[in-house]
């Protein structure tokens, strides 16, 4: 199958299970992050790879992730609007004001409780990297929303972010087993 049929296939599975497609996608370029981190930058070969840690951070993706950026673009673009200069600043003014806050938090504490930590344990997480966390997403992600929506047609939008998220996906990995590494 050539790379048209593909996503064509890609654009039929989407509109008949969009929840399902960004859900399983978004799991799976969480888990290609996680392997990454490990192979690359923890030195391990894929031999010596944690898949336990690779599949439970991927089912963050699949269960929360995938599921909720679906849901909060189809809430902006229905509240905010679709196109536009205007209507894009302000998508991504609230994205980066209102959901990335909570969702970064939310995913640092699905991380925490996905790696068997107590509620002091989390918070120690939280203490120690969700400053870090939020600024680096200030440096990379208000300039790939400004694209994506300008650009992308909200279907697609989360595949993008997805994309771009394998780096960002990495760097979370590294950065919540950071501690766990050095123990």
């Known amino acids: ?14 509109n008949r299970r969009p929840y399902l497609v960004q859900a399983v996608q978004t799991g799976t370029l969480m888990a290609a992050g996680d392997i990454i981190s490990q192979t690359l930058i923890e ?3 894929l031999k010596q790879a944690d898949y336990m840690r690779t599949l439970k951070f991927s089912s963050i993706g699949f269960f ?19 196109s536009g200069k205007s209507v894009t600043l302000k998508k991504v003014f609230v994205d980066q004001f209102v959901f990335a806050p909570n969702f970064l938090f939310l995913l640092l504490v699905a991380v925490g409780s996905m790696q068997g930590k ?20 200030y440096y990379i992600w ?38 766990r590494l050095i123990e």
């Open 118 to 137: 107590n509620v002091e344990g989390i918070k120690k997480d939280i203490e120690a990297n969700y400053l870090d966390v939020l600024t680096t997403n």
């Open 1 to 14: 199958m050539k790379g048209r049929g593909l996503f064509q296939l890609y654009q039929n599975l989407l």
């Open 43 to 45: 030195n391990k070969s």
């Open 64 to 82: 929360v992730g995938g599921p909720a950026l679906r849901v909060w673009y189809g809430l902006l673009n229905r509240y905010i609007g679709s």
């Open 142 to 179: 208000p300039f790939v929303q400004l694209v994506n929506f300008y650009y992308i047609p909200l279907q697609y939008q989360v595949l993008v972010v997805q994309s771009v998220a394998l780096f960002w996906n990495t760097y979370l990995s590294w950065k919540t087993n950071r501690k």
